[in-house]
């Protein structure tokens, strides 16, 4: 099939895959196939956990900076914690942004011997309970409840790609592995340096994840969704939803026929305040080799033969044999300092530096 120029991405009801499925499914295929994104509303998530996260978000990022280092990603060989402004890269190029990653609590159990990757298990960082009260109980809770929609959004992506539902949970995701978030805060323009440009985050997809569900905190604008012929097609905050996209973890699995979209985010306009948003991930475990399934030809070739993409794929050769080691390369590869500090032998044979 010809590549299809899609304008906007849709909007799905999860209440509809109760009352009527079949309407349901035949809506998200699509989505899947050609665009690799959708809303979701109609979902369980209560707003007042999200008014709290929100405010949570802004009172971290509002926190001094020495406070904040006190979490700083560089204490973690797990890659969790603050990232301060334009520390991470993509595409060799600064993203203008704050993060604060987190997970599911779990305690680092490598040692050495083991995969290296297992390193990527591991305590979060959190502020103390006295800087932020109620931060980390939000923000588990959260992630929670954002793995939970992820898994029942998942098991429906399997029914409408004419799958059982757990085909693609049963083998590849543990019920105790670590998934991931991410406090985001991107600095609108006039808050940028000038010669930094407006790249909040460049053009990428996101490599490893199953599914990642994205909440837009404060309604501001810059996500932006490229369609299979190469256009860039705005993303909006759409109040109560949940932005949704497949991750190239799924698209391999499912032979390319859930898209993994390019996407990226512009910095706020001028006179805009910064945007914030929280994005949760869905991924398969580390240690499995990623064998693709057997999907049905009458889906199989619906398939876009074209999709014009800005993203790399780096160390994409690794992927299906090795996505442990793959995961790992790749946050060497966007956190440097951390990546360096942690794995500097890694690095240094997969010609990653400062």
């Not at 079949?22 to 008014?51: C, M, R, T, W």
């Not at 006190?70 to 203008?96: H, I, R, V």
């Not at 995969?115 to 588990?140: D, H, K, M």
């Not at 080691?325 to 990653?352: C, E, W």
Request: contains cysteine.
């Amino acid at each position: 099939m010809s590549a299809i120029d899609f304008t906007s991405i849709p909007v799905l009801d999860l209440a509809k895959a109760t009352r009527d499925k079949i309407v349901f499914l035949a809506e998200l295929q699509h989505a899947l196939i050609h665009i690799g994104f959708f809303y979701v509303k109609g979902h369980k998530i209560p707003s007042d956990l999200l008014n709290s996260l929100t405010k949570q978000t802004i009172a971290y990022f509002n926190l001094p900076l020495d406070e904040k280092l006190k979490t700083d990603k560089t204490n973690s060989p797990a890659f969790l914690g603050y990232s301060s402004l334009g520390n991470e890269t993509t595409k060799d190029k600064k993203d203008n942004r704050e993060q604060f990653d987190f997970a599911n609590d779990h305690p680092s159990t490598w040692t050495e011997g083991r995969p290296i990757y297992e390193r990527l298990t591991g305590p979060n960082l959190w502020p103390a309970e006295e800087v932020l009260p109620g931060f980390r109980q939000t923000l588990l809770s959260f992630q929670s409840q954002a793995q939970d929609l992820a898994e029942t959004l998942i098991r429906l992506v399997a029914e409408a790609l004419d799958l059982e539902p757990n085909a693609l949970l049963d083998r590849y995701v543990l019920p105790c592995q670590q998934h991931r978030a991410k406090l985001i805060k991107y600095p609108a323009a006039d808050q940028l340096n000038p010669l930094e440009g407006t790249q909040g985050v460049g053009p990428h997809r996101d490599t490893g994840p199953f599914l990642s569900i994205l909440y837009q905190a404060n309604g501001l604008p810059g996500l932006q969704v490229q369609n299979h012929a190469g256009t860039w097609i705005d993303a909006p905050a759409i109040p109560n939803t949940f932005v949704v996209n497949i991750g190239t973890g799924l698209e391999y699995l499912v032979q390319n026929v859930a898209v993994a979209t390019t996407h990226r985010v512009l910095s706020p306009p001028a006179g805009c305040g910064p945007r914030y948003s929280i994005p949760f991930f869905l991924r398969g475990r580390l240690d499995q080799k990623l064998i693709p399934i057997d999907i049905p030809q009458r889906i199989l070739d619906q398939r876009p033969q074209t999709v014009v993409t800005d993203s790399g794929h780096q160390f994409h050769q690794l992927y299906a044999n090795d996505p442990g080691l793959y995961t790992l390369l790749n946050r060497i590869s966007s956190h440097r300092d951390v990546g360096i500090k942690f794995y500097p032998q890694l690095a240094k044979d997969h010609s990653i530096s400062h």
